[in-house]
């Protein structure tokens, strides 16, 4: 690949693009993580003491989080709850990416497109912060609601996982829209005429043909979106109560308010290994391979 | 059991744009009915309106008597073949096949018992277990039809189901697919742009050119007389000669052609002198004769192609430029025919057809 790149462009041009190509992974990708990876295994000591006798290699940090029962249960309940996030971003994003593929004509579809990513020229805290209007208890849907006469008194979405999970499905739907408009767009319409040809209901069309011809799609776009829930700060920040912390709040505590990094350097990497263990697990369960994802 | 599809008083409209103009149209129960004309005819639309994919602007469909119009495709008696065969590529080839009672509920002994008997129905015993890329152009294709069989069908649909096939496959399918007709009895309706197969296969076949039935008949007749200038144009090849009737005299027409003179032929329809008619000669008709004989055309020849069992001239008539082709036995090709050269063919005016009008 090396020489086709000389031959196109010329030997300096082409050492020159692929060393910086290398300064960017190894300095600002590759070391840092080391770093954290050497952080995570030290204890956290004064300047004066590191090197010293007491700067050794441990486990300890990694093991504070399984005798920290408060820790461990904000740590499950971010898994837990960053499926359900996906699983509704999924419902959500499939219908919609069923009627891009299949069912609206290219104007009506590119139209729809756009509506949908224009949002998200707009930062995610700004995007985040307009929810938190929205839902909050003075905000227009309690207004609209009550003016509607569909509840008596303000709700408080804001207390508890609703906000949470609304703005992150918000936030990531695009992630789930366009793998699962893509997989879905490949499927030949004959497919979904042979089966509704040969006696398919709609739900037997969707269960036999088209969710199993959108797999690889549905799956790249869950494990986006997982990724992306597990790993969020700014959405659980702000629409998120006491009660619905994420554990990369507690991540952020450990590094800013602690002043403890190596603590944090474990906890981050304690939610990577979930989070990569978690889809490993899944994509078994569901016999998706990696080659699947990559198309 | 009654499985004719009956097209009662059918239009077919998107926007402004006619797909299928006023039609109506009975295919009897048991019939192998081909529809046959040209791509963007309408002949898919008259398909995907029978299987319920389309619902016709005005007009109903029914089989077996029964009205269509608030049956969904899901649950019509009808079954298709698609062009590009719509296998499901993720599933097995017996799983392809019970797709359809699957769906229906049908117990999964019951199911295998009907694969098992379909698949040795399209010569594919022992294939159930494999995946559909595994097999063949050919064998796919009896798998669709075993496909759509299973779901036991009034009537089979089919759509261009031969055009990806190559020559020789596509000739021994025609004679699988006639065969299969036979022996389940259901109506078949056939859609295709290919002459050959609508002629070898059907029992009655509809021409169809821009959204309207041209002709509907069976084969013999279509190709011995067709009743419109397309039918005439499109089914085999024909010389098409324009011109003027001179006189009528019981089904005898004479034309005149302007510089090619009179000419005579054999009509069915009732034509009145002065109307403009075309007259059609097919080129194995033509036969050598003498100059200035009744029916003979003088014409230059342009080139000579030899197709195994008959030699096909390219040539231009001497009075108005126009090419015509005929074709030649080859026991009856002579030497003097060459390019260039200056001959003489005829016909017998009972086998020169005219039909009236100018124009497709």
């Given amino acids: ?25 190894i300095a600002l990708v590759i070391l840092p993580q080391l770093l954290m990876v050497d952080y995570s295994f030290r204890p956290n000591l004064l300047p004066s003491e590191i090197g010293g006798p007491k700067d050794s290699y441990s486990l300890v940090n990694y093991v504070t989080l399984f005798n920290n029962k408060i820790h461990l249960g904000i740590f499950f309940k971010t898994i837990w709850s960053s499926v359900m996030v996906t699983a509704l971003t999924l419902v959500v994003s499939y219908p919609l990416a069923f009627y891009l593929a299949k069912v609206a004509t290219p104007k009506q579809a590119a139209l729809c497109l756009l509506l949908l990513i224009i949002p998200f020229w707009i930062n995610e805290i700004l995007r985040t912060f307009s929810w938190y209007i929205i839902l909050a208890y003075n905000g227009p849907l309690n207004a609209m609601l009550q003016a509607l006469g ?28 366009f793998p699962l408009y893509n ?18 209901s709609w739900a037997k069309t969707h269960l036999r043909i088209i969710i199993p011809h959108a797999k690889p799609g549905i799956a790249t776009g869950c494990i986006m979106t997982f990724m992306l829930a597990a790993g969020s700060y700014a959405v659980p920040a702000l629409l998120g109560s006491p009660g619905s912390r994420w554990f990369t709040q507690i991540i952020y505590n450990w590094f800013f308010e602690g002043g403890n990094w190596n603590q944090g350097a474990a906890y981050a990497f304690l939610l990577l290994i979930l989070c990569i263990g978690f889809i490993g697990l899944v994509m078994k369960v569901f016999k998706v391979g990696l080659g699947d994802i990559a198309k | ?101 699957e769906v229906r509920g049908v117990a999964r002994s019951e199911r295998k018992k009907v694969s ?3 698949l040795n129905l399209v010569a594919l015993p022992d294939s159930g277990k494999k995946k559909v890329a595994e097999l063949s152009g050919g064998q796919k294709q009896r798998i669709a039809i075993a496909r759509a069989l299973a779901v036991e069908p009034r ?5 261009e189901p031969l055009s990806a096939l190559d020559l020789k496959l596509r000739q021994h399918m025609r004679t699988e697919l006639k065969e299969i007709q036979r022996k389940t009895g259901i109506t078949f309706i056939y859609i295709t742009h290919d002459q050959g197969e609508a002629l070898t296969m059907s029992d009655r076949v509809a ?82 004769c003498e100059a200035d004989t009744p029916q003979s055309l003088r014409m230059t020849i342009n080139e000579l192609n030899f197709e195994g069992s008959f030699v096909m001239m390219d040539a231009r008539l001497h009075a108005n430029q126009q090419g015509v082709r005929v074709q030649l036995n080859t026991d009856a090709y002579m030497a003097d025919l060459t390019p260039g050269a200056e001959v003489s063919f005829n016909y017998q005016p009972s086998e020169a057809i005219v039909v009236g009008g100018a124009h497709v």
């Avoid at chain 1, 879905?184 to 006696?199: H, K, V």
């Avoid at chain 2, 009537?155 to 759509?159: I, S």
């Fill in chain 1, 1 to 25: 690949m090396f020489k086709q790149l000389c031959n196109r462009f010329g030997t300096p041009i082409s050492v020159g693009i692929a060393a910086l190509l290398l300064v960017w992974l």
């Fill in chain 1, 150 to 177: 569909l509840i008596d008194r303000p709700l408080r979405f804001l207390s508890g996982n609703g906000g949470v999970m609304v703005g992150m499905v918000y936030a990531y739907i695009l992630f789930m829209i």
């Fill in chain 2, 116 to 118: 098992d008997r379909l």
């Fill in chain 1, 183 to 200: 997989a879905l767009e490949s499927l030949d319409a004959n497919q979904i005429r042979a089966a509704r040809n040969l006696g398919a």
């Fill in chain 2, 207 to 288: 021409v169809m050119s821009a959204g309207k039935l041209q002709q509907v008949a069976d084969p013999m007749t279509l190709y011995r007389y067709p009743q419109t200038v397309f039918a005439a144009s499109f089914v085999g090849e024909n010389n098409k000669l324009t011109g003027k009737v001179s006189s009528v005299e019981d089904d005898r027409v004479s034309l005149d052609c302007g510089p090619l003179g009179q000419l005579t032929g054999t009509t069915r329809q009732s034509l009145k002198v002065g109307e403009e008619a075309c007259l059609f000669v097919r080129p194995e008709y033509l036969r050598r």
């Fill in chain 2, 1 to 101: 059991m009654d499985s004719s599809v009956h097209l009662d008083q059918i239009v077919m409209r998107f926007g402004d744009f006619t797909a299928v103009s006023r039609t109506d149209l009975k295919i009897e129960s048991g019939e192998f009915f081909s529809f046959l004309g040209p791509s963007g005819c309408g002949k898919t639309t008259i398909l995907n309106m029978v299987s319920g994919f389309l619902s016709p602007t005005e007009g109903a469909i029914r089989i077996g008597g029964e009205d269509m119009r608030n049956v969904p495709a899901n649950k019509r008696p009808t079954s298709m073949i698609f062009q590009n065969l719509a296998l499901f590529p993720l599933m097995t080839v017996a799983e392809n096949i019970e797709f359809g009672l």
């Fill in chain 2, 155 to 159: 009537v089979l649909l089919l759509d």
